[in-house]
């Protein structure tokens, strides 16, 4: 974690002790698919500059096979090199610890796949702090899953907050063309099944049609990311090489994109001051569904309860994104 208000907001925040306003309160492991798209490296930066959080750990992990962004075979490898140039970027290669998940998917529900991902969890989840434990999920659940194959116990002593999975029938409609697997779960389906069927990890869901909200437009990427310094500039052309892409090989991608992990920024960081939750956030808590073979939510009325939000607060999360920014470019 940065000194944000002594980097930032300079000397106007200090108190008579000494320490800063804002501590962290909470801890947070992040997992995601650096390699691919761009929304990650969005919601890495802005869980970086966030001073209520600490982050004991930051995972690369894979994506599909023959993903599209990125089919080779050693996509968490890569993963974890594109966090670090993030971080590098940033000046901040030195305050984070950056590990690499399994390069592949589960091969079966019950055979856990070794990484220093995986042990990385399990320690940071069995050390004993008050403070409480989320690990924020933005692509496939491999190394989540592979760490309570490993060690149940852990499922107790941290909360997974997940985008990913399908549309719920009566939460919303499904988008056209989207295939058989939402993204996030087609990366590895049988992940997705230990977490949701057979584990008792205590989970928040955001699924495709609450993640599909985050929208920032092209405007707002010319004028409140790209001109804040050297890691405005880099998000600012990762999503432009989006746009370059969908122009040779469609229609276009419109006047917006889509930031879609940067929930995991508003259910953690952005909490509310008193009695910490998400509570500008709503969500429904159900049992847990099972997950078929083909992707799809069967009901499962005896499933331990789990959160599947709703919405979230796209408002709260881009201004406090832009503002941060901001007050690190001036920095």
């Known amino acids: 974690m940065i000194d944000f208000d002594m980097l930032a907001l300079g000397s106007t925040v200090a108190e008579e002790s000494g320490s800063r306003l ?3 309160r909470m801890r947070v492991i992040i997992d995601n698919d650096f390699s691919g798209d761009p929304d990650d490296l969005f919601a890495l930066v802005h869980h970086v500059l966030s001073p209520s959080i600490e982050i004991p750990l930051i995972i690369g992990s894979h994506l599909s096979v ?3 962004w990125d089919p080779s075979n050693v996509q968490a490898a890569k993963a974890k090199a594109r966090a670090e140039e993030t971080l590098r970027i940033m000046g901040l290669e030195h305050n984070f610890r950056v590990v690499q998940g399994s390069n592949a998917g589960l091969e079966d529900r019950q055979t856990p796949k070794p990484s220093d991902a995986v042990e990385g969890i399990i320690a940071e989840a069995m050390r004993d702090d008050v403070r409480p434990l989320y690990m924020v999920c933005g ?3 491999t190394d989540l899953a592979s760490a309570y194959l490993t060690k149940p116990e852990i499922a ?3 909360i997974v907050i997940w985008i990913g999975g399908p549309e719920y029938p009566d939460i919303a409609p499904t988008p056209p063309d989207v295939g058989k697997y939402e993204y996030n779960q087609r990366i ?3 992940s997705a099944q230990v977490v949701f069927n057979d584990s008792d990890l205590q989970v928040w869901q955001v699924p495709r049609s609450s993640y599909r909200e985050c929208l920032i437009s092209y405007a707002e990427l010319l004028t409140r990311v790209k001109p804040m310094g050297a890691i405005g500039s880099f998000l600012y052309d990762n999503i432009v090489r989006i746009y370059k892409w969908r122009k040779e090989s469609s229609l276009g991608a419109g006047e917006t994109y889509i930031l879609g992990d ?3 920024v508003t259910l953690t960081a952005l909490q509310a001051s008193f ?4 509570s500008s956030s709503t969500f429904v808590t159900r049992p847990a569904p099972t997950i078929n073979e083909k992707g ?3 009901d499962n009325p005896k499933g331990r309860h789990i959160r599947v939000y709703t919405h979230t607060d796209v408002r709260l999360t881009f201004d406090d994104f832009f503002e941060k920014l901001a007050l690190f470019a001036k920095a």
């Open 275 to 278: 009695h910490p939750e998400p």
């Open 156 to 158: 107790k002593r941290l």
């Open 262 to 264: 940067q929930p995991l």
């Open 139 to 141: 692509a496939g659940l």
């Open 66 to 68: 023959g993903d599209e």
């Open 296 to 298: 799809s939510y069967e």
């Open 22 to 24: 804002i501590q962290a």
């Open 188 to 190: 590895d389906p049988l």
